[in-house]
């Protein structure tokens, strides 16, 4: 395919060196947002005199028609193109001839491209945003089905206080609440339409940026030429909310492959959800959760790669920019993909009740609430510990757990305790005490999962 810009120069472009400058082997993806931003370029070149208005009808139809031919499998992209916009107008030209060639008045592809991209990456942040609801939808309905069902709460991974699973689940649901509200808010500050900008400094040609801002339902236009083509803190942005939503389903995933471990067996994953040994039969791995742990780093590193592309460029455009779209289409590839693997690995597992109320019973989570148990009795509160602590390594010495241990034994600490201690310090007791807003108590958790639902 002849270049474009071949009029300045005298020979051809070194095969490797086209190989190495072209793009089309992954910006071929914009193909519809491509097609679409210069059907809206067409129509405001018509609709101001630019270009006659029956050229711009007629190359209107023309990208409709390359569009729909491409949708259908009856035009294949080529891959010796330089780029997707190259590509699509060079296909418009072969098809309407010099009006093919008129649609490119008053633009640059630096413009262009910054354009493309921000249209695609609108729809991707729309499909992952849905993909992270349908998750939101599911750590609901596991936590109000497991409002009361009772573990342990850990710090520094040992056993500290009593809460239920579906509170630890709401804990997720709220940072992927958050991860949600920065999808939203990367895609309002996406919302600028930098077609116009040209190469760097707008034209000469009386444009209405509004007017295709308008018909590809922009809300605003770049307000500098030089930053409408230059800009990709957009790409940044959506790059870092992808990776700490990634941060936050790793997390998830540790504490999934732990949960599943013999050592704690608190869940069992679903065989379509885990894979075998190749030499161990007994082995059921839980590879689903550490791809997605392992892919974390993955996508953190294509944030990296966009903030130091970014880092030393002069304005306007370089062509180090291309780069952008690889790092971040592979982001927003990976999130997909795993939030989708994620989710019905997560709605397909099965809760081991017993395995964690018999895990909360032997930790002594209910040692503060016996603490409580003293002050609210009118013992100082570092007195109560103190006896607490006691009781607990009696416990341990004893081997057995303060549910069982004998009154004698509580009074021999502190006279203060009465037999309504073993009430106190059972662990459901424990846990819906802890109705405070945000709590871990049943009728909380319950609250907690409709205001997410609220919000969805």
């Known amino acids: 395919m002849a270049k474009m810009w071949a009029g300045r120069f005298s020979k051809e472009e070194n095969e490797q060196v086209n190989d190495f400058n072209s793009s089309i082997s992954f910006d071929s993806r914009m193909y519809q947002h491509d097609i679409m931003g210069s059907i809206a370029h067409a129509t ?22 390359i569009l729909d031919d491409l949708k259908n499998g009856r035009l294949a992209v080529d891959p010796s193109a330089e780029d997707i916009h190259m ?7 072969a098809r309407l001839g010099d009006t093919g060639k008129r649609l490119h008045t008053a633009r640059s592809r630096n413009d262009q491209v910054a354009l493309d991209i921000r249209m695609y990456l609108r729809d991707e942040i729309e499909a992952v945003t849905a993909l992270l609801e349908e998750l939101l939808h599911v750590l609901c309905d596991l936590a109000k089905e497991h409002a009361g069902t009772v573990m342990s709460g850990y710090t520094h991974l040992q056993r500290a206080q009593p809460v239920s699973f579906g509170h630890h689940l709401m804990a997720y649901a709220q940072m992927l609440l958050r ?16 077609l116009g900008s040209c190469a760097l400094a707008g034209t000469t040609y009386p444009l209405n940026r509004e007017r295709v801002a308008e018909i590809l339902n922009f809300s605003h236009v770049t307000e500098n030429s030089l930053d409408g083509v230059s800009d990709r803190d957009f790409c940044m942005e959506l790059a870092a909310a992808l990776s700490i939503l990634m941060v936050h389903l790793s997390r998830f995933c540790e504490e999934i492959i732990l949960w599943c471990s013999w050592e704690f067996k608190f869940i069992e994953l679903d065989d379509a959800y885990a894979t075998g040994s190749s030499i161990m039969p ?17 996508v953190v590193g294509d944030l990296v790669t966009l903030l130091t592309m970014m880092k030393g460029l002069p304005l306007a455009y370089n062509k180090d920019m291309q780069e952008d779209k690889e790092a971040i289409f592979d982001a927003v590839d990976t999130v997909k993909l795993c939030l989708s693997t994620f989710t019905p690995m997560l709605s397909s597992m099965t809760v081991l009740k017993d395995n964690m109320r018999q895990a909360a019973a032997k930790g002594f989570i209910n040692a ?7 002050t609210k009795k009118g013992v100082p509160f570092r007195d109560a510990y103190k006896a607490t602590g006691q009781l607990v390594a009696q416990c341990i010495k004893e081997g057995c757990v303060l549910e069982t241990l004998p009154l004698a034994s509580y009074q021999a600490v502190c ?4 037999q309504d201690v073993y009430d106190a310090i059972r662990l459901e007791t424990c846990l819906n005490g802890r109705s405070v807003l945000g709590g871990p108590a049943a009728e ?4 907690q999962a409709d205001s997410v639902m609220k919000q969805l």
């Not at 405001?44 to 050229?55: A, C, D, R, T, V």
């Not at 082995?283 to 780093?297: F, Q, S, W, Y």
């Not at 006279?415 to 009465?418: D, K, M």
């Open 87 to 93: 590509f699509v107008e060079a296909e418009l030209t």
């Open 415 to 418: 006279p203060v305790f009465e």
């Open 444 to 447: 909380s958790v319950r609250k």
């Open 44 to 65: 405001m070149l018509g609709e101001q005199g630019i270009i006659e208005k029956s050229e711009a009808d007629a190359i209107c139809m023309g990208l409709s028609e």
């Open 368 to 374: 503060t609430d016996c603490a409580d148990y003293l």
């Open 179 to 194: 991860d949600r509200s920065r999808l939203f808010d990367c895609k309002k500050r996406m919302d600028d339409m930098p």
């Open 282 to 298: 007994q082995k059921k791995n839980p590879d689903i959760a550490e791809l997605v742990r392992g892919k974390t780093g993955r």
